[in-house]
């Protein structure tokens, strides 16, 4: 069942303002709740607040989202001097596998501070004001506290089923049945103490300087793979398990 166009979005302001060069790590800037994130080798976005968001599901969901951010992008006023890619308008977005069995998620920061060759800039949708372009110039703590022993646990798979659902794949393959698989299998883990996002954003970008880490509405990680990047017209994708011959 395709789901219901979503309602018309409000007007907004989008203002960029060029910041020069700033050394504080765009990781250390994000709040602690709602954070947003795609950096690599110190440069990207991060963002926070939300100004907007959609989540849509089943067949039609990709389609309902692109004429969504359409509509928002002519409805915009945009102030953009810097005029690089990722600075104006941007949406961060988590996009099911299976747009059947759960939602996408697109949310357009209220503030986006961005970094590009060394030169960082901030931009803010709606009246946010001079004080969150401040934000850039010092780094808030990030919280040091320990979170105490970790605790690891079986998630939806138990290590005997998930040891038969690989030698069921391997069965498959030398059957002919598939020719390729990934299979992969979640792991519950608890701590003593509230775990900050932003220590397992900088762990994760300390440990993995050339994976893109990212942040996006309770997901977060660092993946080695860019699938798609179009700047102008040209397409770059950075591929590790490709599915066509070189």
Known sequence: MSPAA???TTAAVVTTTALGRRRTPLLTLVPSEGAMAWVRRGEGLV??????????SGPDALATAAAWWADRCARTEVHDPVGVPGSGPVVFASI??????????????????????????????GDAGAEERAVVETSPAVTTTSIGQLRYADGSLDPATWCASVESAVARIDAGALD???LARDLLVSA?????????????AERFPDCWTFAVDDLLGATPELLLRRTGDQ???????????R
């Open 235 to 245: 397409l770059s994708a950075r591929v590790l398990a490709g599915t066509a011959p």
């Open 47 to 56: 963002g926070w607040g939300e100004a907007d968001r959609l989540e849509v």
């Open 180 to 182: 390729k698989v990934v």
């Open 6 to 8: 979503p309602s018309p």
């Open 96 to 125: 099911a596998f299976d747009p059947a069995a759960s939602s996408s998620v697109f949310i357009v920061p209220e503030v986006v501070v961005g970094r590009r060759d060394g030169a960082t800039w901030v931009t803010v949708t």
């Open 192 to 204: 003593d103490e509230p775990i900050d996002p932003r220590r397992l954003l900088l762990r994760l």
